[in-house]
Nanobody, 126 residues
Framework: QVQLIESGGGLVQAGGSLRLSCVASGRAFSAYVAAWFRQAPGKEREFVAR???????????DYADSVKGRFAISRDIAKNTVYLQMNSLKPEDTALYYC????????????????WGQGTQVTVSS
């Protein structure tokens, strides 16, 4: 069983930055696809970013169109940690952010992920 714990959320002004972290415990998950999703009140959960380790220094990443150029996903395999660097934050980025892990075939749909963290709140003020 893999346990995921997010941290790094908070309150920030529009245009500011935050860095979210997701630490996996219980077993190594270097072979898992890791992703970030977010959910705002009254809205469905949406895909944010995804990362897959290809071995060595090779990583494959994907982003939702709404965050391209502003957010960057990365991971430290040795630390079983995934990060989401968020820059140029907008009020519409306000949401509860979740990290998730799934098999190599997991894409942008939440149903493809087997493990989820409890979420960390990001609030962007105008």
């Amino acid at each position: 069983q893999v346990q995921l714990i997010e941290s790094g959320g908070g309150l920030v002004q529009a245009g500011g930055s935050l860095r979210l972290s997701c630490v996996a415990s219980g077993r190594a998950f270097s072979a898992y696809v890791a992703a970030w999703f977010r959910q705002a009140p009254g809205k469905e959960r949406e895909f944010v970013a995804r990362i897959r380790w290809g071995g060595g220094s090779v990583y494959y990443v994907d982003y939702a169109d709404s965050v391209k150029g502003r957010f960057a996903i990365s991971r430290d395999i040795a630390k079983n940690t995934v990060y989401l660097q968020m820059n140029s934050l907008k009020p519409e980025d306000t949401a509860l952010y979740y990290c998730a892990a799934g098999s190599a075939s997991a894409g942008s749909a939440s149903s493809g992920y087997d493990y989820w963290g409890q979420g960390t709140q990001v609030t962007v003020s105008s």
